[in-house]
């Protein structure tokens, strides 16, 4: 494979990737939206999706990686300032995912902390409810056949 296929595959591939992250990017919109309408099932489903998208990319990423390792130090250089934009375009995409993945983080957090309120909540009727169910099993000291 000559120099410029090369050079053109590593770019094809970050476009790739690039593509990747949007897919991602919508997934991780659309597991925000299920969080908030507390569907556990949809939530588990975007994940497995997000999972695959992970996948692919690290794929691409194992493909660039051989690719570049073909190149000499001056055919980096040359590649780095040709794909200075899509750089920073995937720079910009995973920061967006980083914060979007915390956003949904602080939520699943947020919705944790308010079951685990009800569960104590729960717990303390149950100890109060026992309470009360004790003396209604106990049998009377008087009996009623007397």
């Known amino acids: ?3 410029k296929n090369s050079k053109q ?3 094809n591939n970050l476009k790739k ?3 990747c992250f949007e897919d991602l990017i919508v997934k991780i919109g659309e597991q925000k939206k299920a969080i908030e309408d507390k ?11 997000k999972n695959f998208l992970i996948e692919i990319f690290q794929n691409i990423e194992e493909e660039v990686a ?3 390792k073909l190149l ?3 055919d980096i250089q040359g590649l780095e300032k040709e794909g200075e934009l899509l750089k920073q375009s995937l720079e910009k995409l995973l920061e967006t995912i980083v914060s979007m993945e915390d956003e949904c983080e602080k939520d699943i957090g947020f919705k944790m902390q308010e079951i685990e309120k009800k569960i104590i909540g729960l717990q303390k009727g149950k100890k109060i409810g026992k309470g009360y169910g004790t003396s209604l099993k106990s049998r009377p000291l008087i009996s009623r056949k007397a």
């Open 9 to 11: 595959l590593i770019i």
């Open 72 to 74: 000499s130090q001056d």
């Open 39 to 49: 569907d556990e099932e949809r939530v588990l489903e975007i994940i497995k999706k």
């Open 1 to 3: 494979m000559n120099l």
């Open 17 to 19: 990737e690039k593509s």
């Open 66 to 68: 051989t690719q570049v």
